[in-house]
C-alpha cells in the first residue's frame, strides 16, 4: 500500500526556546523528536534556552548561537531543526550564521505529510500549504522543500536576483491558485457523496485524534470480518491523511457510517490546517466524534489538549466520546465510570462492546423502541419488521409474535397498529 522511502539516515540537532510558563515544553521538544526520526533524521543532540520571547533576528540569543555553533562542529551535522515555525529572517540570519541546513518545525511537518500522501485530495492538499509557506521564504533559503518531488521549482534558482525572484512568485502563485481550484473540484464531489448520505439517514460517527492514537485501528476493530474494508494502519506518526468513510453494522439493521481522518499533532502549521479543513468536514458533520486517546503514552493529556485545541481551530465541536485507546498496555491505572468515556483496545477488542453501546445511545436517538404484537395471520408486517428493525427480544404467543424491537422512526408508522 504504502511503499517506503529509501533514505539515509542523516544526523541532526534539535533546538527549542522555552517560553515562560510553557508547561508542555518537554513534551513538544519530544515530539518533535519524533517528527524528525519519522524523516529518518535522526537528533544527536538537543539544545534549549529560557526566554520570554524568541529572539527576533536568530530566534535564540547570540550567545545560544554561538553554542550552537560549538554543538554542531563537535557533532559534525549540517542540519539544525527548531521547534517553531520561523520567519524568513530567522531562517536567513541563522543559515548564515551556522552555515548549515536550517529547518522548522513547519518544514518537518509538511515534508512528512508531503511523503505520505498518496490520494489526488491529500496530494493537493500538502502541495498548496508547502507553497503558501514557501512563498515568503523564496530569498536566502538553503533547505529545499522539493526534495519529495512536487513542485518547488522556485527552490532551484535561488538567489538569482530580484527579476527572476518576481517570476518565481508569480509562477507559484498561479500554480497555487491552479491547485486550489483542482481541489475545489475534489471537494465538491465529496461534498456530494456526503450530502447523498445524508438523505439515506444514516448516521455518521469520526474518529478523531492525536496521530498515532489508534483511530484506524479502531475503524478496522470494527470490519474485522472484511478485509478488503480496512485502512492502513501503522506506527507512524501521520499515516492516515485521507478521510476514509465504513459502513458498519455492529447490530442487524442499525448502521452508522465510521469515518477514519488525519491525526493532530500539536503545532500544526496553520496553512495545513487550512488545507485540511475540506478533509475534516467529515468531522464537522458528525453525529457524534469519538476522540481517541492512546492510553499509554504518559502524555496522553497533552495530547488531548492538542487534540481539543485543533478542533476548536477547525471550529469542530460536535458531540464527542473519548476514547481511552492501548489498554492492553495500561497496568494500573483508574478506570473512569465517566458516561462519555469508554476505555478499550482495538488491538485485543477488550472494551469495543461498550463503545458500540454508546455509540448507540448517542446515534440512533431517531431510533425508537416498540413493543408489537403482530397476528400470526399478517406475517408479512412480521417479515417486514424483521428486514427493517433491529429486534431485542421475540416471543411466540397464542395469537401471534411478541417483538420487541428498536426501529428507525421512518418504520414506526407501518406497525402502529400493532403496538401493545
Ligand atoms: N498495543 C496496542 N497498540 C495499538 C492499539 N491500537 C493501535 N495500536 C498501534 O498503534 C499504532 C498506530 O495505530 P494507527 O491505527 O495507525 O493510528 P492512527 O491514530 O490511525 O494514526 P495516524 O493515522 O498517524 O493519525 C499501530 O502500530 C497500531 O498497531 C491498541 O489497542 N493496543
Ligand atoms: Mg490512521
Not at 534549549?48 to 527576533?56: C, R, S
Not at 461534498?191 to 448516521?203: A, D, F, M, S
Amino acid at each position: 500500500m504504502h511503499e517506503t522511502v529509501t533514505r539515509t539516515i542523516k544526523d541532526s540537532i534539535v533546538v527549542g526556546v522555552e517560553r515562560q510558563g510553557d508547561t508542555y515544553f518537554d513534551y513538544g521538544m519530544e515530539e518533535l523528536e519524533n517528527l524528525t526520526r519519522a524523516l529518518d533524521l535522526n537528533p544527536v543532540a538537543s539544545l534549549t534556552q529560557k526566554l520570554q520571547t524568541p529572539n527576533q533576528a536568530t530566534y535564540l540569543g547570540s550567545g545560544k548561537v554561538t553554542e550552537l555553533s560549538r554543538l554542531i562542529a563537535s557533532f559534525d551535522v549540517d542540519l539544525v531543526i527548531f521547534n517553531d515555525e520561523l520567519t524568513p529572517s530567522q531562517i536567513r540570519n541563522l543559515e548564515k550564521e551556522l552555515e548549515v541546513t536550517v529547518y522548522d518545525r513547519t518544514m518537518l511537518i509538511l515534508d512528512i505529510f508531503g511523503e505520505r500522501a498518496k490520494t489526488n485530495e491529500a496530494q493537493l492538499q500538502v502541495e498548496i500549504a508547502r507553497l503558501k509557506y514557501l512563498l515568503p521564504r523564496l530569498v536566502g533559503m538553503r533547505a529545499s522543500l522539493s526534495r519529495q518531488g512536487g513542485s518547488g521549482s522556485g527552490l532551484a534558482n535561488r538567489g538569482a536576483g530580484e527579476t527572476k525572484l518576481e517570476l518565481d512568485r508569480r509562477k507559484i502563485e498561479s500554480r497555487i491558485s491552479a491547485l486550489e481550484k483542482e481541489l475545489e473540484v475534489v471537494v465538491e464531489r465529496r461534498q456530494t457523496q456526503r450530502q447523498k448520505r445524508k438523505t439515506e439517514g444514516i448516521p455518521v460517527v469520526a474518529l478523531v485524534g492525536y496521530t498515532n492514537a489508534g483511530k484506524s485501528s479502531l475503524l478496522n476493530a470494527f470490519v474485522t470480518e472484511k478485509q478488503e474494508k480496512k485502512v492502513f494502519e501503522k506506527d507512524m506518526l501521520f499515516a492516515t491523511l485521507d478521510t476514509s468513510v465504513r459502513r458498519v453494522e455492529m447490530q442487524k439493521n442499525m448502521p452508522f457510517l465510521l469515518a477514519d481522518t488525519v491525526g493532530f499533532v500539536s503545532k500544526l502549521p496553520t496553512h495545513l490546517v487550512k488545507a485540511f479543513r475540506s478533509t475534516l468536514e467529515e468531522a464537522r458533520e458528525a453525529d457524534l466524534l469519538l476522540h481517541v486517546v492512546d492510553y499509554s503514552s504518559s502524555y496522553y493529556k497533552e495530547m488531548m489538549r492538542t487534540t481539543e485545541n485543533t478542533l476548536k481551530e477547525l471550529e469542530i465541536d460536535q458531540p464527542l466520546l473519548s476514547v481511552y485507546n492501548k489498554m492492553d498496555r495500561v497496568e494500573a491505572r483508574e478506570w473512569s465510570t465517566e458516561k462519555d468515556e469508554i476505555f478499550l483496545s482495538a488491538k485485543t477488542g477488550e472494551g469495543l462492546d461498550r463503545l458500540v453501546e454508546s455509540i448507540q445511545a448517542n446515534v440512533f436517538t431517531h431510533y425508537i423502541k416498540k413493543a408489537l404484537h403482530i397476528p400470526y395471520e399478517d406475517s408479512k408486517a412480521f417479515a417486514y419488521v424483521n428486514e427493517h428493525t433491529h429486534i431485542l427480544e421475540q416471543l411466540e404467543e397464542d395469537t401471534g409474535w411478541y417483538v420487541e424491537t428498536m426501529m428507525h422512526k421512518k418504520h414506526a408508522s407501518l406497525v402502529t397498529q400493532y403496538e401493545k
